[in-house]
């Protein structure tokens, strides 16, 4: 988020849901869509009380022992409060928790869905360079080999003096 500018937001526009002024932190920590899913997870205190999004993350980082998970979920659950707030924003539709909480698990899901095949895909790639190597090792112990034993065998035919 703070890579792609989020952070830039005017923080002079009012929040359309609470009196707060709007800035990233606010929409991701602070608001009500951010208090149902991190209230979900059991980090609404974590999340209130941390002073921005970089802090967030620090500190979720240290209270769970997979920090990749910790990436996913926040991900998931900023991505969803942006889409959230866009559609209330520009559609005037408002997503009610039971949808933040099924939108936020859908893209934990999506993400792990996609790790697992990259996984899986990194560990094909890998067992085929294996087998290349092992075909390449075998080729050239076999030409090794049949040198050795030409060399061998011209010796033979050579009479002896």
């Known amino acids: 988020m703070i890579r792609k500018h989020w952070s830039l937001l005017t923080e002079h526009q009012d929040c359309d849901?609470?009196?707060?002024?709007?800035?990233?932190?606010?929409?991701?920590?602070?608001?009500?869509?951010?208090?149902?899913?991190?209230?979900?997870f059991h980090m609404n205190d974590l999340a209130s009380s941390s002073t921005d999004i970089v802090h967030f993350m620090h500190r979720a980082q240290q209270a769970w022992i997979n920090s990749r998970g910790v990436h996913i979920l926040f991900a998931a659950a900023a991505v969803t409060l942006w889409h959230a707030r866009n559609d209330r924003i520009f559609n005037n539709k408002r997503w009610p928790p039971s949808y933040l909480r099924r939108e936020v698990h859908d893209e934990v899901s999506q993400a792990r869905q996609k790790a697992s095949t990259m996984k899986h895909r990194r560990q094909e790639q890998e067992s085929a360079r294996r087998e290349k190597l092992r075909q390449a090792f075998l080729k050239k112990r076999l030409d090794k080999l049949m040198a050795e034993k030409q060399a061998s065998s011209a010796s033979d035919d050579q009479p002896n003096s």
């Open 17 to 40: 849901i609470c009196p707060a002024s709007e800035s990233a932190s606010h929409i991701v920590l602070r608001c009500f869509p951010a208090s149902v899913i991190w209230a979900t």
